[in-house]
């Protein structure tokens, strides 16, 4: 039972350095190659664990294979943008200047009840809201609306608006962050005498706080059980 439970620990932890190494991408966004090594690495990961007579090392060894090449192909498709044509196709403008292309549509084959489901998904389920729909490479649908459909901007109105960039995290789960303190010029005396306005002095009890760019404090505190 050991030796199942370490073999086990091993080729999850290896599996997940090598899908880490690959990238960040989900399961929705991988091109259909990443998807094959994606489904090979799970499979080879299981034939050592259900079966104890097989070498570790036979399980490990193709799944370190794939990792090679799908890093190689990564690393082609960056430098040649044929090579990544070729690997990932091409976008599908399925809807053109509020027209759908049905050609487009069989190239794909992608069907018109698909096509109305991912709109009414996005948020448009009258189709003659819809300028362009482009169907990406990873299969999700883009779509931009005729202008007039659009959502009103503080630059549609002529609105002049302030910066805003990302709030800091400085408290998460009750334990500081001390790079993002030193990284905005602040240290830990600041932010427990900020904390102590707010009656708050058990940092453990903040679960998260955080500094927008305007220099406010957001906090919220455990709740008491």
């Known amino acids: 039972m050991l030796i199942v439970f370490a073999r086990t620990f091993i ?24 998807l094959v090594v994606a489904i090979m690495i799970a499979e080879l990961a299981a034939i050592p ?19 090679c090449i799908q890093v190689a192909i990564s690393y082609i498709n960056m ?15 399925v809807i053109q200047n509020g027209k759908i292309r049905i050609d487009e549509l069989s190239k794909a084959r992608y069907n018109i009840n698909e ?8 948020g448009y389920p009258n189709i003659a809201d819809i300028e362009f729909a482009i169907l990406e490479t990873s299969g999700h649908l883009s779509v931009v609306p005729k202008s007039q459909k659009r ?26 962050q001390y790079d993002n303190l030193k990284e905005i010029n602040l240290d830990e005396d600041w932010l427990i005498s900020e904390l102590a306005k707010f009656n708050i002095t058990d ?10 760019t305007e220099g406010k404090l957001l906090y919220q505190v455990r709740e008491e059980r």
Not at 151 to 176: C, N, R, S
């Open 11 to 34: 080729i999850y932890a290896i599996v997940v350095l090598v899908m880490r190494i690959m990238g960040k991408r989900q399961i929705g966004q991988l091109e259909p190659y990443e």
């Open 49 to 67: 664990m259900e079966d104890k007579a097989i070498p570790l090392i036979n399980g490990l060894v193709p799944i370190f294979t794939l990792l």
């Open 79 to 93: 430098k040649s943008l044929s090579f990544r044509a070729f690997m990932d196709g091409s976008p599908s403008i």
């Open 115 to 122: 096509l109305l489901e991912q709109l009414r998904i996005q």
């Open 151 to 176: 959502a009103l901007t503080p630059e549609d109105l002529q609105i002049d608006t302030k910066y805003e960039g990302l709030p800091v995290p400085l408290i998460l789960d009750g334990k500081i």
């Open 203 to 212: 940092v453990k009890k903040v679960f998260l706080a955080s500094l927008d």
